[in-house]
């Protein structure tokens, strides 16, 4: 697994690549309901900031 940025239809994201592929993380948390974690997804800087904060 690997983070990388991703092109998407809203412009540039996180995402992680596996071997099933590319996930864009936005679209993952709005399915999830939690379309607060789009501003991190969407800006590396701010999820690089935010680092153990965002997974507890």
């Known amino acids: 697994m690997k ?3 991703v092109l998407g239809p809203l412009g540039p994201r996180i995402g992680v690549l596996t071997h099933a592929g590319v996930h864009d993380l936005s679209d993952i948390s709005v399915e999830a309901g939690m379309a607060w974690l789009l501003p991190a997804f969407s800006d ?3 999820f690089l900031a935010a680092g153990a904060g965002l997974r507890e």
């Open 3 to 5: 983070l990388m940025r």
């Open 44 to 46: 590396l800087r701010l």
